[in-house]
């Protein structure tokens, strides 16, 4: 495996070499990897992620996977890289984290087999998928404000080449409290059907990022909190949380909300009465009863 990165040195925009905890320039210049200010190490011109994914995390909402994945798009003004401040806006309050996975796409890629994809992907990088519940009431159809915020997907430290995806552990840790801890093989679509089934109808170009789901316990975080994102041969992604400088405008626009949804979502096993939500109101049991027919 080859891990580079990329950083601001001299104020350019820099793809470095990493050597464990020595980032090497072009130029045979060294730099700590402690003191490098991280950029996102790709700069893509998409940014596609798939809703649920993780057997553990589609149990805990006591739902059922779709015969297909799903899909939703998170903005490029959202990336941040390692160690950058993720902002939740003031007068908001259900900022959620999510550890993932990013696919990096190496090549133009179209219309291509599951077999194939491989071929296409330049490699690997630790991403967290971060969401905004508060405007879930709004924008749950399209994910737009809740999932594409600006700060709320960093990805980093690294981009890893020759990383096999099979069976590697994923956690998020937040405050140094291990919250999330999944493995890859609960995935029910692995890292080259969801290339091969975007690229079906959407071109991906060379940088683009696929971002494949997230383990059970996604929880709200807040200001002051450090969230680490932690993938078996990729690395550690560690953000801060801020609060934002500006609070959400109430002038314009659809506000801030706690509904049951809202709440529901944010808190996910945690919340008191989730199993009257994921039954339509038939209760834990049936759904249950479902996940074991399935």
Known sequence: MAETRRILLDGYATTVAANGEILISGDGREIPAEEAIHLPPTAPRKIICVHLNYRSRVEEFMTVLPEAPTYFHKPVTALCGHR???????RCSWLNYEGEIAIVIGQHCRNISQTEAGDYIAGYTVANDYGLHDFRDTDAGSMLRVKGSDTLCPVGPGLVTGWDFHGKQIRTIVNGKVMQDGNTDEMEWDMHYLVADIARSITLEP???????TPAMSRTVYPGDVVEVEVEGLGRLVNRIVEGPMPIRDDIGAQPSESEEVISTAKGGDWEFRGKRAAGGQGAAHYKSVLEEK
């Open 84 to 90: 950058a401040d993720v902002v939740r806006p003031e």
């Open 207 to 213: 940088g683009d990022l696929l971002l494949s789901g």
